[in-house]
Nanobody, 124 residues
Framework: QVQLVESGGGLVQAGGSLSLSCAASGRTLRGRAMGWFRQAPGKEREFVAT????????YYAASVKGRFNISRDNAKNTVYLQMVSLKPEDTAVYYC?????????????????WGQGTQVTVSS
């Protein structure tokens, strides 16, 4: 079973930037597509971004497209989420997730391993 640990969350002003990291241990991320999801208080967990095994294919939620960038370094067993032009509505706990398939997915149920989450708070 792969273990995922997110880091990089914090408090930032609107318009600012943050970079999240997701480090895997236990098992390699080889052959696994990865995703980022987020959950705001009182709301359901929602898809943010996904990347395939090689990094050649990415897909974003409409609400973050053009502002967020997902990438991965397979040699370091790490996935990243770079966020710019942050808005108060981006405030949420951000979760990293891994699936056992190499192709991308956008549904939470398609991912079998999850991190504990990291808080991102954007002040207005």
């Amino acid at each position: 079973q792969v273990q995922l640990v997110e880091s990089g969350g914090g408090l930032v002003q609107a318009g600012g930037s943050l970079s999240l990291s997701c480090a895997a241990s236990g098992r390699t991320l080889r052959g696994r597509a990865m995703g980022w999801f987020r959950q705001a208080p009182g709301k359901e967990r929602e898809f943010v971004a996904t990347i395939n095994w090689s990094g050649s294919t990415t897909y974003y939620a409409a609400s973050v497209k053009g502002r967020f960038n997902i990438s991965r370094d397979n040699a370091k067993n790490t996935v990243y989420l770079q966020m710019v032009s942050l808005k108060p509505e981006d405030t949420a706990v951000y979760y990293c997730a891994a699936r056992s398939e190499f192709v991308i997915a956008t549904r939470a149920r398609d991912f079998g391993a999850w991190g504990q989450g990291t808080q991102v708070t954007v002040s207005s």
